[in-house]
């Protein structure tokens, strides 16, 4: 697995694991390894590594979140590097006021750009970027059916500012099995404009599986869970 950010020796690990992407049951190459650690002073840190894995149109993408001791992001690093794109991303959250800042270098033609947005979100906003982990730490900081505002990132707009509103309807506790073991998990459907996406969330509030509205699904192949983080859980208060 790959880091923005390198771990510090004074991290502790909590959990970590790995999701394969499929299409009708083949996987279509995309992996997404995640690590989640705690940091000095109560902080968080979430790692991602997305790679298609295609030698032919290779993508990778890597995040490094940072969340407060309540678990709200502070702030997020990203970059993308494409076949002929990368892109050096950098989110800071301060009180309703978002600032995203982007660095977008075309390789093709030489040529760097940077943009800038400020945006104003709602005190009860949610906030995601573009991963199933990412999407799961959303959904496990509230067990009930809610509505609400969220900001995310537009891969497929050089990861601009996407908005609007997502309803969260959450489904009755179920078995699956996960690496050949028994778990129990509530599902999460996850909906906004014309997409919609429903996690399986185990005891803990990590997501261990999710499936797509347009049939893209992943599967947990590695997970690894060292400690609970206080207040994370998937059962209806």
């Given at each position: ?64 979140l940072l969340l407060n001791p ?98 969260f309807i959450w489904g009755e ?15 999460c459907s996850i909906s906004w ?45």
């Amino acid at each position: 697995m790959r880091f923005l950010m390198r771990e510090m020796e004074y991290e502790k690990p909590i959990a970590s694991g790995r999701f394969r992407y499929e299409r009708e049951g083949k996987p279509t190459g995309l992996v997404e390894a995640w690590r989640f650690t705690r940091a000095l002073e109560g902080f968080y840190f979430l790692r991602v590594d997305m790679d298609t894995h295609n030698p032919f149109n290779q993508e990778i993408c890597l995040y490094h979140l940072l969340l407060n001791p309540a678990m709200n992001i502070e702030r997020l690093k990203f970059r993308y590097f494409g076949s002929r794109i990368e892109i050096e991303g950098d989110l800071q959250f301060t009180n309703h006021i978002v600032t995203l800042n982007r660095v977008i270098i075309d390789k093709l033609k030489n040529t760097k750009k940077r943009q800038v947005e400020e945006i104003s979100v709602e005190s009860d906003a949610v906030f995601w970027f573009p991963s199933i982990v990412g999407l799961g730490l959303v959904a496990s900081k509230d067990s009930k059916d809610s509505r609400r505002s969220f900001l995310s990132l537009d891969k497929d707009s050089y990861f601009a500012s996407l908005r609007g509103t997502a309803r969260f309807i959450w489904g009755e506790e179920e078995d699956t099995v996960v690496m050949r073991q028994n778990v129990a998990v509530r599902p999460c459907s996850i909906s906004w404009d014309t997409d919609t996406v429903r996690l399986w969330l185990d005891d803990f509030g990590w997501p261990i599986g999710a499936s797509f509205a347009d049939g893209l699904s992943a599967t947990e192949i590695a997970y690894l869970r060292y400690e609970q983080v206080k207040d994370r859980k998937t059962r209806p208060a």
